[in-house]
Structures are given as structure tokens and as C-alpha cells.
């Protein structure tokens, strides 16, 4: 089965520094790779994702990386706010979601 | 409006007694799962199911079985609660099975303790 690890496990940055969240995945099969954010008490929210069609795809400040070839994708925040502080996990599927561990991000201001 | 809700969101309980856990979307999605975050916030997959079809069945003990009375409710019932069994439990719903390509949409969870 797929296997994804992310790294840091935590990152702490300053207000309107960037974050940057790798992950790299086992099955080359796999094809589509969500990144989910998770506040304090809540459940995870889909914030952006990709498929194995695109090397990059940006929403405002966040944006994903997708190299098939290393099988790693990454994901960078920019200009982070206060409202940025959470876990963060990415994801790769086969035929089912594996997520990464978890990055606690962290945004002193 | 709440798109996948889960009741209780709070669980607290006494080693081996029976619990359920409810879910239901209003997205109209075909299918629906259950997740477990332990307490290093790890998601596992549990199950999935589509259109009340159980298509994913990860390797979990059998004391937890889920329901799926219609394509918008997926219920959890775990017997014989152990102390491992101590996690938050996450419902989410997609369009289709996808391959599991499709965005999963989560609920807010139930946090069940077992004493």
C-alpha cells in the first residue's frame, strides 16, 4: 500500500514569512495528492490539491508542488498570518487517502 | 448548513460497553467513510462505503462495524470498547469512489474516551 511521508513534524515562522511542507509518497500509481488543514477541534479541510497531470498549482498564497518523477510533492504558504497556525497533512491515493503524519504550523507575530 | 455532521462529539465511556457513533451528509454524495486520528493526530482509514456498498474495509477489529442505512448516513458501532480504541473519530463524504480521487469532505468528529 501507499506510504507518505511529510516533513517537518512542526514549523514555527514568523508572520508574512513563507512555510514550506515536503512530502514524498511510495506508489507511483498514485495520482492525486489533497493537502487538508486542521484547526483545534475541527476536522480536516481540503485547502488545495493536485493530480499527477500538473507540476503546480497556486490558490492566493498557497501553492503545490508535484514532482512524479522523485515522487514528492510540497507545499509552500506564503506572506503567513496568525490564521495560518495549524496542522497541516498531506495526502496521496491509490485507490484509498494515506496521509502524511502532520506538519503543527506555528505563526508567531 | 452542516455538509457532514456526526453526533455525539463527545464520547466518554467504560471499558466494554457498546457505543454508536452517527454521520450524516447532505452534500448528496454516493459515498462515505470513517477515519480514525489517534493521539498523535494520525488519520487512518477505517472503512468506506458507496451507495450502502462497503468498499473499503482496512484491517480493524471486527468489534467495530459500520451501518450504512441509506447513501447519507454511515453509522459506527463499536462493541466491547478497549482502551485503545480512545481517538477521534472522523466521518467524510466524496462524490463518488474515485479511486479515491475525489475531495473528501469531513465532519467535526467524535472524540470517544474509554476509562
Known amino acids: 500500500g501507499e506510504n507518505v511521508e511529510q516533513h517537518p513534524s512542526t514549523l514555527s515562522v514568523q508572520e508574512g514569512d513563507s512555510a514550506v511542507i515536503k512530502c514524498t509518497y511510495s506508489d507511483s500509481a498514485s495520482n492525486y495528492f489533497p493537502w487538508y488543514k486542521q484547526e483545534l477541534g475541527k476536522g480536516p479541510q481540503l485547502i488545495i490539491d493536485?493530480?499527477?497531470?500538473?507540476g503546480e498549482k497556486k490558490d492566493q498564497r498557497i501553492a503545490v508542488t508535484l514532482n512524479k518523477t522523485a515522487k514528492h510533492f510540497s507545499l509552500h504558504i506564503t506572506e503567513t498570518q496568525p490564521e495560518d497556525s495549524a496542522v497541516y497533512f498531506c495526502a496521496a491515493t491509490d485507490y484509498k487517502l494515506s496521509f502524511g503524519a502532520g506538519t503543527t504550523v506555528t505563526v508567531r507575530a | 448548513d452542516t455538509a457532514v455532521s456526526q453526533t455525539p462529539k463527545y464520547l466518554v465511556t467504560q471499558m466494554g460497553n457498546d457505543k454508536s457513533i452517527k454521520c450524516e451528509q447532505n452534500l448528496g454524495h454516493d459515498t462515505m467513510y470513517w477515519y480514525k486520528q489517534d493521539s498523535k493526530k494520525f488519520l487512518k482509514i477505517m472503512f468506506s462505503?458507496?451507495?450502502?456498498?462497503?468498499?473499503i474495509n482496512e484491517t480493524v477489529p471486527n468489534r467495530f462495524s459500520p451501518k450504512s442505512p441509506d447513501k447519507a448516513h454511515l453509522n459506527l458501532h463499536i462493541n466491547s470498547l478497549e482502551l485503545g480504541d480512545s481517538a477521534v473519530y472522523f466521518c467524510a463524504s466524496s462524490h463518488t469512489s474515485g479511486a479515491g480521487t475525489d475531495t473528501q469532505y469531513f465532519g467535526p468528529g467524535t472524540r470517544l474516551t474509554v476509562l
Open positions: 462505503y458507496n451507495n450502502k456498498e462497503l468498499i
Open positions: 493536485i493530480r499527477s497531470n500538473v
